[in-house]
Structures are given as C-alpha cells and as structure tokens.
C-alpha cells in the first residue's frame, strides 16, 4: 500500500544574517520594490540634531517614540579639560544649546557635555546597551555602521531621513545586495582591525563595496574582540558600503549584559534565545564574496586624500598614484612611507578610541618620549573608557610620554572651524578619513592603527610598530 | 520638499575628480547655523575659493569659470559623495542650483540625500562620461524616459529605482506618503512588541 505523502512545508532557504533582519522587519512592501522598514533606534548628535529636531518640529510633526531616540553631544563640544558648552568652533556653542532645547521639548534622552555616560555616539550606543543584536540603528552620521559590530543592523543617514524615521518608526528603503568579506588565518601581531579595513579598501576601492550590506566573517574576524569588530564595521562607510555587519556570538551577548538599556532578567533569557538564531546559513548566498587572509597583513598606513590610498607601512607611495593626491599630501611616487617626519599625532574617533585601542598604544609608549616637536593628543572616545584607561593607568603613560590627555568627543578627527594642528601640519592619525583639510586647513593626513600612530609618535616620522623595543 | 523635476538642459560643469568626498562639497568649517539655508556659498569652498578663510575666488577652480556659471548639471567620477553624512552638502548644492549630477557612481547615503532634495543622481558608464566631457556641449535629463541625450544625438539610458523616480517627478514628501500607512505600522509594532518585548523602552528622557 503506499502511503500518502504528507504535506511538508517547503524547506526554508538559507539566509544570511542582513537578510534575517530586514525580513523581520519590512512593515510593508512599497509600490516600485522599496520596503517600508521598523527602525528600533535613533540616535541623534549636536552638530545636526537640532536641524532634524527643529524641521520636524516646524512642520507640525512629532517624534512618534521619543523612548527610542537618544542623542549625545560629541561632534564639536570642547575635548580640553574642564569644559563648558564653550567650543573653539565658532556659534559652535549655538548647536549644543539648540539640541539642548529641542531633544528636551521632544522628551529625548540627552547625554549632555558632562553627563557620566556622555561620549562619541558609536561608542556610548554599545556600553550603554542601545544597540542590540538584531535591531536596526540608524543615526545622522557615516560611521553608524561601527555598530553592525553587534550583529545589529545599523548605517548611517542624511537628516531628512532623521526626520522620517522620528515621524514615522520607519524608512522607505530599497534592499541593497549583500556582501561578505572573509578575513582567514590568523593577525600578525601589531596588525589590527584597522589594518584589515585599510587593507580592504585599498585592495577593492573606497566604492568598492557600494550598493551592499558587508558581512565580516571568518576566523580572523572571530578572533577579535567586541572593540576590534567595531573598529572593523566603522571603516565599511570609508568602502562606501551600506553597512558592515558581524554575526553575533558568546562574546556579543557576555559584551552587552548588565548594560543600562539592555534586557534584564526573563526578558534578557528571551532576548538571548533570539539573538542565538541571528546567524548567516552555511548555504547562503552573497551577491559578492571576498576572501583575504589576515596572516599576510601588515600594518597600514595612508598615502593620499582617499582612504583607498593606503599601503603596508614597509612599502613607498605607488607608481600609480594620481597626481592630485601627491600633490596634496606634499609625497613622490616611490616615497618610502616609513621615515616621512610628522608634527602631530592623533589617537581617537569612533573608529580607535576605546579602551583596548589606547592599551595598545600606551603598551608602546610607556617609559618611552613623544619625538621632540610632535604635538601628540589622545582623546578617549567615551567619558567611560576616560575613566577606565585612568583605573588602569593609562592615562599616566600618555602624559609621561608627552601626550595630552583629553575629555571624550570627536575632537580633531574634523575641523569645524575650530582646534586644528596648525596650516599644512603632517599627522599620523587613528581616524578614519585622510580627506583633504578634514583635520585642518592643509593638514595632510596619515590614518592607521593605534599601534602605528604611537610608534610614529616616538619617532617623529610615520614608523612601524613591530620596529619599536 | 523638492520641486517636481522632469527634464533639465544644461551644459554640465566637469568636475572629474573620483571620490569627492562631502567635506570638499562643503567644509564643515562651513556648516555655521543648525539650519538648512546659506550654505551655497560655502559650497566647495576649500576649492573655490583662495586661502581657508576668505571668499577671494580662485580661477583655476572650474565653478568660478563663467562658461559653467549657469550649469545645473554637475559631471563627476567615481564614488561622488563620499565621506560625511552631512545633508548639508546636498542642500548646499541645491541651493546654488544643481539639479542633478551625473556620475560613474555615488556613496549611498549622498546618493539618498539627492532624492531627498530634489537632485538626481544618474549613474552613467566611465565612456559616456568621458563622451559628455569631450563634446562640452550641454545635454538633456529626461526623467520619465530614463536617459540622458547630447546634442549630437547621442544616448544613453540610466536606472533609477522606482521609489526615487516617483518622489523627484513628483516633489513628494516621504513623510507624508508614510504616514498614509500609520494604522499598518501600529500594527505591526503590536506584534513586534509581543515577539521583541525588549526593544521598546519605558520613557528615558
């Protein structure tokens, strides 16, 4: 006799993580293939806060969730000790004052000059537990893609998108293509994530990754520490990517619990059930697949105006580098990188200020000196990673070497009109853009690790960590 | 909101650098008030103009060259748009009177400011830009149609995404259309609360 074969639903295809979470959150498919998409979180800054706070508000519309929406004064406040809301920036003042006034009068969490928890807004997003596995972040700055770190769904956008998503809990979005990068092996030590990144870009292009949502995986990848991967996700903007993006695992959930405005308790149990299916299937499919291994890296570091422009520190300014560029950043063609005299370094950003980030540079500079006519600066990226490098002493090994010891903020990683490393200056910096005059009129920018911009430090010229004794 | 835009002719202004990035489009030291206006005079200022600080303007850059002057085209590169989220450089841009740029291709959140704004950001191959460069001669945008043609008679198509499309030829306003949709976006937050209780917050102002 043969059996009836019962009906079995089809077997479910495999997915990717990116894939995951914007399934499960399209409210509506719109006419002409864009998705209507939940936001959980906004988070707002003061340079262009108030501008979104003050249109929705002109045209008579109200922040839909007010819960879900924070905002932070990083970008231009004051990083000198003892600050106010004065700032080198002129009517920089106005802009705190501004978001000040509106996310009060919008009942939005403000986490102001002074407050305990204030700091960059990639930083704090994650130690204050605001960001979470699964959610979709977004935030008027290019480096909320830091955050995919946490297996979140999280990009930058302009301010009329701002504005849509605290009117209406929700973006018109077309579903980009995805992507994923697999680092293999094992780092070298004094290679870091922002090598990885540097590396990357410089081998695919800073479009290289445009039209896509990055997933970072492989062994390289999951090695690395929480702070690593954000550093890793913070440079998918610098590759013109939507997004970059790694699966959550033990590390994340440990990482996030106990944070202020993470689950508790039951809903901390149920959430983690959650977050453990967050995963990208073995069978799944990228649009694009690119695989580097991370044993071959060196440390990088910038030779141009585009983050593109980026060559292992042991290696000269490329034949094939366009003339514009070299004409900016003062170098020949077959320049070697190492030994180019610097006048400043900078250790900050969102993309290496935390705390692991200033143990690596302290690790070199400690009982060593800053090169004589160097101004170095070290700008945590959180009042609370300030705190912690100070438990640990780490903000001793700074001064003693001849570095400034500021309060958190975006600081010098842009010029607003403000503080600046003087005309023309050269510095090693461990931000992420090398754009010209973004740290100053002129100023010729050198991005890299923490690790090479402490080593530069001491020697006064761009150098390579792995030489330092 | 944006005017509706359907078709444009201009001569395009040749701005063929790759990764022009948002701080050269406008410098932050520009950005001087929390609104959206006055910024046109700020736009490319570190290239336009001679020195950081004032407005002396520099003849060797290609906006100050009175061939372009009426130009609301701009003709670019790779990677236009780079960098900084700053919607200030796509209102900087609008307000001097660029109405769409044609581009190799666009860093994306720019490329979503455009739209926002009533510019439109056309994707073109490397050829058809080195073609449009070499004639200097102006071309017509057509919307509707999806192309770009010269004077000579050349053409070539481009992709936009529907939702784009809709919203420049219309000037509409995203918010609006959205919140047509509110009571089906109550909904779904219902049931996303029951199955991800965790993300909605008790008040944290």
């Given at each position: 006799m043969r059996s009836t074969p019962r009906w079995r639903p089809p077997?479910?295809?495999?997915?990717?993580?990116?894939?995951?979470?914007?399934?499960?959150?399209?409210?509506a498919s719109l006419e002409g293939g864009a998705d209507l998409v939940a936001i959980d979180r906004i988070f707002l800054h003061e340079r262009t806060g108030a501008a979104a706070l003050n249109a929705l508000a002109a045209a008579g519309r109200k922040v839909a969730d007010p819960a879900r929406v924070f905002a932070v004064t990083d970008h231009i406040v004051d990083t000198r000790p003892g600050r106010t809301d004065q700032t080198l920036m002129p009517g920089g003042?106005?802009?705190?004052?501004?978001?000040?006034?509106?996310?009060?009068?919008?009942?939005?969490?403000?986490?102001?000059?002074?407050?305990?928890?204030?700091?960059?807004?990639?930083?704090?997003?994650?130690?204050?537990?605001?960001?979470?596995?699964?959610?979709?972040?977004?935030?008027?700055?290019?480096h909320t893609c830091t955050q995919g770190a946490f297996g979140a769904l999280a990009w930058g956008i302009g301010s009329s998108e701002a504005e849509h998503a605290m009117a209406t809990g929700t973006l018109r979005l077309k579903k980009p293509g995805t992507m994923r990068v697999t680092f293999?092996?094992?780092?070298?030590?004094?290679v870091t994530p922002k090598d990885m990144a540097?590396?990357?870009?410089?081998?695919?292009?800073?479009?290289?990754?445009?039209?896509?949502?990055?997933?970072?995986?492989?062994?390289?990848?999951?090695?690395?520490?929480?702070?690593?991967?954000?550093?890793?996700?913070?440079?998918?903007?610098?590759?013109?990517?939507?997004?970059?993006?790694?699966v959550p695992d033990e590390k994340t959930f440990a990482w996030l619990e106990g944070r202020r405005y993470a689950p508790a308790g039951p809903a901390w149990d149920a959430a983690l059930a959650h977050w453990r299916t967050l995963i990208s299937d073995a069978g799944a499919r990228f649009d694009r697949e690119i695989e580097i291994d991370a044993?071959?890296?060196?440390?990088?570091?910038?030779?141009?105006?585009?983050?593109?422009?980026?060559?292992?520190?042991?290696?000269?300014?490329?034949?094939?580098?366009?003339?514009?560029?070299?004409?900016?950043?003062?170098?020949?063609?077959?320049?070697s990188l190492?030994?180019?005299?610097?006048?400043?370094?900078f250790i900050g950003s969102c993309t290496n200020s935390r705390l692991s980030d200033l143990r690596q540079a302290a690790a070199l500079l400690r009982g060593k000196l800053v090169a004589d006519g160097v101004k170095a600066i070290c700008v945590p990226g959180s009042s609370r990673v300030k705190r912690e490098a100070e438990a640990e002493g780490l903000d001793r090994v700074f001064v003693e070497a001849g570095f400034e010891w500021r309060e958190s903020g975006c600081s010098m990683c842009f010029y607003a009109g403000g503080e600046s490393f003087g005309h023309g200056a050269r510095v090693a910096s461990t931000t992420n853009r090398n754009f010209e005059s973004r740290q100053g009129p002129n100023v010729k920018t050198h991005i890299a690790s923490p690790a090479t911009v402490a080593a530069s430090a001491l020697a006064g010229c761009l150098a390579d960590p792995r030489e330092i004794t | 909101m944006a005017q509706p835009?359907?078709?444009?002719?201009?001569?395009?202004?040749?701005?063929?650098?790759?990764?022009?990035?948002?701080?050269?489009?406008?410098?932050?030291?520009?950005?001087?008030?929390?609104?959206?206006?006055?910024?046109?005079?700020?736009?490319?200022?570190?290239?336009?103009?001679?020195?950081?600080?004032g407005r002396e303007p520099d003849p060797a850059f290609?906006?100050?060259?009175?061939?372009?002057?009426?130009?609301?085209?701009?003709?670019?590169?790779?990677?236009?748009?780079?960098?900084?989220?700053?919607?200030?450089?796509?209102?900087?841009?609008?307000?001097?009177?660029?109405?769409?740029?044609?581009?190799?291709?666009?860093?994306?959140?720019?490329?979503?400011?455009?739209?926002?704004?009533?510019?439109?950001?056309?994707?073109?191959?490397?050829?058809?830009?080195?073609?449009?460069?070499?004639?200097?001669?102006?071309?017509?945008?057509?919307?509707?149609?999806?192309?770009?043609?010269?004077?000579?008679?050349?053409?070539?198509?481009?992709?936009?995404?529907?939702?784009?499309?809709?919203?420049?030829?219309?000037?509409?306003?995203?918010?609006?259309?959205?919140?047509?949709?509110?009571?089906?976006?109550?909904?779904?937050?219902?049931?996303?609360?029951?199955?991800?209780?965790?993300?909605?917050?008790?008040?944290?102002?």
């Open positions: 077997l479910s295809e495999p997915l990717t993580l990116f894939d995951r979470i914007w399934r499960s959150h399209v409210v003042q106005a802009f705190i004052a501004e978001t000040r006034a509106a996310t009060q009068a919008a009942g939005i969490r403000l986490f102001d000059v002074n407050d305990p928890d204030q700091g960059i807004v990639h930083v704090i997003s994650p130690e204050l537990g605001i960001v979470l596995p699964g959610a979709t972040l977004i935030a008027p700055d290019s293999s092996g094992t780092l070298p030590a004094l540097l590396a990357l870009i410089a081998r695919y292009g800073a479009g290289g990754g445009a039209g896509h949502a990055v997933e970072f995986a492989g062994d390289a990848v999951r090695a690395l520490g929480m702070e690593g991967r954000m550093t890793l996700c913070n440079m998918a903007t610098e590759f013109s990517a939507m997004t970059g993006m790694i044993g071959t890296l060196a440390p990088m570091i910038s030779w141009g105006t585009s983050p593109e422009h980026a060559v292992g520190i042991d290696q000269c300014v490329p034949e094939d580098a366009p003339q514009r560029a070299l004409d900016y950043i003062g170098l020949e063609k077959g320049t190492r030994g180019i005299r610097i006048d400043a370094a | 835009l359907s078709q444009i002719t201009s001569l395009p202004l040749p701005l063929l650098r790759d990764n022009v990035d948002t701080d050269q489009i406008i410098p932050s030291r520009e950005m001087k008030s929390t609104g959206k206006t006055g910024l046109a005079g700020g736009l490319f200022a570190g290239w336009r103009y001679i020195g950081t600080s290609v906006l100050n060259n009175p061939r372009y002057a009426q130009s609301e085209v701009i003709l670019a590169g790779r990677n236009f748009g780079c960098g900084s989220s700053r919607e200030h450089a796509v209102w900087a841009l609008a307000e001097f009177g660029f109405r769409a740029i044609l581009a190799e291709s666009f860093a994306p959140i720019f490329a979503g400011n455009c739209v926002r704004n009533g510019i439109v950001p056309i994707v073109l191959e490397a050829d058809a830009i080195a073609a449009i460069s070499v004639s200097d001669a102006p071309v017509t945008i057509r919307l509707d149609e999806q192309d770009v043609t010269s004077a000579d008679g050349q053409r070539w198509t481009f992709a936009i995404d529907a939702e784009a499309k809709a919203m420049l030829r219309h000037g509409l306003d995203a918010i609006d259309l959205t919140l047509q949709q509110a009571q089906r976006i109550a909904e779904w937050q219902g049931c996303d609360r029951a199955a991800r209780p965790w993300i909605y917050l008790e008040e944290t102002a």
